[in-house]
């Protein structure tokens, strides 16, 4: 079974940095992309950038780019996304979800993680 | 970048009863559209892929249709955990991703 669990909950203070892991299971890691998405408080879903987990390749958001790293680590199938410079508007539920490995696949979003909140609050 | 608009914002519809959300596109994505859905405390999950393709374990009840940039998602006799939020989503052409704004489909 595909599985993708995420860190827990983060508080943190404008301007500082949070990194939210995503730990999968249950497929072939490397023959896959990530996806980032969040989801601010009763808001829809914003994309946020991918990364390939075959080759390294990654595409950002307009609106983060500059501001986010995205890592993967094939050791232990585990994908990672870094926010730096957080504003209060950064406050929003962030999720990963599986993709395709290519940029431009025509592959969507089929499995995701449960979920992580971060909180942006001086 | 494709911006995708889903109406209406909200549907009232009573169990059993057929809802039909709709998802436009601002240029053609084909049919690479899939449609999720969202319940409170939970993360989206896959329901179509291709326009009109059911992900793994999704009831029949659920049908899609549609291509280049008109979509429908039909849900025939509504059961009372279809009761949620719909989004639809492009990949088409990508970066960026884009998603529509969402169907909120309430019990009547």
């Known amino acids: 079974q595909v599985h993708l669990v995420q860190s827990g909950a983060e508080v943190k203070k404008p301007g500082t940095s949070v990194k939210v892991s995503c730990k999968t299971s249950g497929f072939s890691f490397t023959s896959f992309g990530i996806s980032w998405l969040r989801q601010a408080p009763g808001q829809g879903l914003e994309w946020l950038g991918w990364i390939s987990a075959f080759d390294g390749n990654t595409d950002f958001a307009q609106n983060v780019q500059g501001r986010v790293t995205m890592t993967t680590d094939t050791s232990t199938s585990t994908a990672y996304m870094e926010l730096r410079s957080l504003r209060s508007d950064d406050t929003a539920i962030y999720f990963c979800?599986?993709?395709?490995?290519?940029?431009?696949?025509?592959?969507?979003?089929?499995?995701w993680g449960q979920g992580t909140l971060v909180t942006v609050s001086p | 970048e494709i911006v995708m608009t889903q109406s209406p914002a909200t549907l009232s519809v009573s169990p059993g009863e057929i809802a039909t959300l709709s998802c436009r596109a601002s240029q053609s994505v084909s049919t690479n559209l899939a449609w999720y859905q969202q319940k409170p405390g939970q993360a989206p999950r896959l329901l179509l892929y291709a326009a009109s393709s059911r992900a793994p374990g999704i009831p029949a009840r659920f049908s899609g249709s549609g291509s280049g940039t008109e979509f429908t998602l039909t849900i025939s006799s509504l059961q009372s955990e279809d009761f949620a939020v719909y989004y639809c989503?492009?990949?088409?052409?990508?970066?960026?991703?884009?998603f529509g704004q969402g169907t909120r489909l309430e019990i009547k």
């Open positions: 989503q492009q990949y088409n052409d990508w970066p960026p991703i884009t």
């Open positions: 979800a599986r993709m395709g490995p290519l940029r431009g696949a025509f592959v969507p979003c089929d499995h």
